[in-house]
Nanobody, 123 residues
């Protein structure tokens, strides 16, 4: 059974930084494409960033240039460094894994999901 556990969320001021982590257990982490999604209050879940098993990355337009995703296969963990945060980055952030070799931006492409971690910025 594959399990994903996010951590690192919290309250941060605009312009600040946070680093999210997602630890994966119960599967072959190195073979998964990993993604981060987020769901702002009252809105649908959206793609944030993804990293393939080979290290290829892709980012959603709202975060490009501010967020960085990377993976550490030795720790079965994927990270999301979030810099220059804005109030509109407030959301529940979810980690997801897919056995697909492609970094996809759609929720349905992902097989496993974490419970989410809250990131809040005062407006």
């Amino acid at each position: 059974q594959v399990q994903l556990m996010e951590s690192g969320g919290g309250l941060v001021q605009p312009g600040g930084s946070l680093r999210l982590s997602c630890a994966v257990s119960g599967g072959t982490f190195s073979s998964y494409t990993m993604g981060w999604f987020r769901q702002p209050p009252g809105k649908e879940r959206e793609f944030v960033a993804g990293v393939g098993w080979g290290g290829f990355t892709n980012y959603g337009a709202p975060v490009k240039g501010r967020f960085i995703i990377w993976r550490d296969n030795s720790k079965n963990t994927v990270y999301l460094q979030m810099d220059r945060l804005k109030p509109e980055d407030t959301a529940v952030y979810y980690c997801a894994a897919t056995r697909s070799g492609l970094v996809r931006e759609t929720e349905g492409a992902y097989d496993y999901w974490g419970q989410g971690t809250q990131v809040t910025l005062p407006s």
